[in-house]
């Protein structure tokens, strides 16, 4: 019976390539689904055997857990370095799009609150 190992709905392509060359490195046999266009089907990295899902779940933690490392000492640099902001940075970046963000909420909220209010 397939063993399904990680769903690749929102995963980044730089993390597939990894995770399939990790697999080929390890010898691992998986095959690939793709997610669904209009997102049906999570698509995803399968195996088949029991044992080889043992140990593929066990390579997919020790490089989840090392890539969750690596990406937060890359955000905790680029915090640092003042790159990454936040609502003030990027009002002054994207001062359209946050203004049309903050009012679709108040006029979200206005409808919503409406009925309450006229009472």
């Keep these: 019976m397939p063993h399904h190992l990680m769903n690749l ?4 392509d730089d993390e597939a390539e ?8 390890h010898a691992v046999p998986f095959y690939e689904t793709p ?3 209009w997102g049906i089907s999570m698509g995803g990295f399968w195996v088949h055997d029991d044992q080889e899902a043992a140990r593929a779940r066990a390579l997919l933690k020790t490089y989840q857990d090392e890539r969750y ?3 937060r000492s890359a955000y905790e640099q680029q915090l640092a370095e003042g790159q990454v902001g936040g609502f003030w940075q990027r ?3 994207k001062p359209v799009t946050i203004l049309a963000a903050c009012v679709a909420i108040l006029v979200i909220l206005a409808f919503s609150l409406a009925p ?3 009472l």
């Excluded at 709905?9 to 980044?12: E, N």
């Excluded at 990894?18 to 080929?24: C, G, K, V």
């Design 18 to 25: 990894e995770i399939r060359a990790l697999f080929d490195e």
């Design 9 to 12: 709905r929102h995963v980044p």
């Design 91 to 93: 009002l002054r970046h």
């Design 69 to 71: 490392q690596r990406q």
């Design 35 to 37: 997610p669904s266009r």
């Design 116 to 118: 309450f209010v006229t």
